[in-house]
């Protein structure tokens, strides 16, 4: 994260944090009137993890709306590329006045969150100017952007989408910060998509790497007994369901990894799906030289394969087959036993990341 300055109307210097990939498609992000760039920093930081460059902006120290606006309009003018406009309460408006005319030059859409009614700025027919993309997100329990008035303004944004989240309140942005963010990457997704990368045969691995990565999984821990009888396992995301009838799961191990040769030989082994507090176990079982089973809880299962208790869901399985594939074999297991809490939330995994679910 870097600080920047940029210009305002009337040279008036205003402050930046500037995050992420400068090659990634931007995000300019504008705080309620009265608030501080710190309001949105959760935000900006989930943003560059999926894949964004952010502009969290400090406002200058003013009540009126007038000089906001011209401050916005020299920054986007400053900024190398079009953004994406995300703006809280008042900031809202901010954003809108500055967009109507000639927005498109500026900015690539507009997201307005929890913007509270002005009936006036509404009758001004400010809606049916802005000709770019937007987005408005609404708190169920909020005063703001309900009504009849509000409801004009939506339905008059040229290409607009509307986007309730409920039961919570006013500060949207702090309150249900996973709801506005599913709602916002749905929309960035959809609105400022970013150049593909490609993989071709012969191309580095790190591409394919990256190219499966973006395929999200949960997390799981692969367990067996070695020849000795002691606990072997260690983290794998490349776990499938296979059948129903009969009860199938296969896992694809490398055959580098240290506990490959005692999953070849297990008759049985275990797959321990992770909840979201089980982080650290997964570091554990994928990193080198750790005691893996030192601070572990678990117990045998009905065959004498070693379960982590706390786990989302512990299968445990008899070995079906096992095919060799490239550099991992392919363990297929017949599932003798299954025991779950399916309350808990997962561990997720994606690009290279752990991540957790958003709630829409
Ligand atoms: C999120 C994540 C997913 C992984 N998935 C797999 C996998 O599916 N198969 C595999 O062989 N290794 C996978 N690994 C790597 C192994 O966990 C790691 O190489 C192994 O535990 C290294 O230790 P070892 O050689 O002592 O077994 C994964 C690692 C992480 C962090």
């Not at 008035?149 to 040229?158: G, I």
């Not at 910060?177 to 990368?197: C, H, I, T």
């Not at 591409?207 to 821990?221: Q, Y």
């Not at 594939?325 to 399916?342: K, N």
Request: glycine share 10%; charged share 20%; aromatic share 6%.
């Amino acid at each position: 994260m870097s600080l920047i300055e940029y210009k305002g109307f009337g040279g008036v210097p205003l402050s930046a944090d500037m995050l992420g990939d400068e090659n990634d498609p931007p995000v300019l992000l504008i705080p309620e009137i009265g608030q501080s760039r710190a309001a949105w920093r959760d935000v900006a930081e989930a943003l560059v993890l999926s894949g964004r460059r952010v502009v969290n902006l400090d406002l200058r120290d003013a009540d009126q709306l007038a000089p906001h606006i011209e401050d916005l309009r020299a920054v986007l003018a400053q900024m190398g590329s079009r953004p994406v406009v995300v703006a809280a309460g008042n900031g809202g408006w901010i954003a809108t006045r500055a967009l109507a005319i000639d927005g498109t030059h500026l900015a690539a859409g507009l997201v307005l969150v929890d913007m509270p009614v002005d009936e006036e700025a509404i009758a001004d027919g400010l809606a049916a100017r802005l000709a770019l993309p937007a987005l408005v997100v609404r708190g169920g329990f909020s005063p703001a952007q309900s009504g009849t008035a509000s409801d004009a303004f939506n339905a008059a944004l040229p290409i607009g989408q509307i986007a309730d989240i409920n039961e919570c309140d006013l500060e949207l942005a702090s309150d249900r910060k996973e709801a506005l963010l599913g709602q916002l990457l749905e929309f960035l997704e959809l609105r400022q998509p970013r150049d593909a990368m490609e993989f071709k045969a012969g191309s580095d691995p790190r591409t394919l790497r990256d190219a499966m990565g973006c395929f999200a999984t949960g997390i799981t821990i692969v367990t067996a007994l070695d020849a000795a009888g002691s606990p072997v396992g260690l983290t794998a995301n490349s776990f499938t369901s296979v059948s129903l009838d009969p009860p199938l799961l296969l896992v694809c191990i490398a055959n580098t990894a240290g506990t490959a040769p005692a999953l070849r030989e297990a008759g049985h082994f275990g797959v321990n799906v992770l909840q979201i507090g089980q982080q650290p176990t997964s570091n554990r079982f994928a990193a080198k030289g750790e005691d893996r089973f030192a601070n572990q809880p678990w117990a045998p299962g009905q065959t004498g394969v070693p379960l982590l208790g706390s786990s989302l869901v512990s299968f445990e399985c008899e070995r079906e087959s096992l095919h060799e594939a490239g550099d991992h074999f392919i363990l297929i297991g017949r599932v003798v036993r299954a025991q779950f809490e399916p309350h808990r939330d997962p561990l997720l995994y994606f690009r290279g990341k752990y991540r957790r679910l958003h709630f829409a």
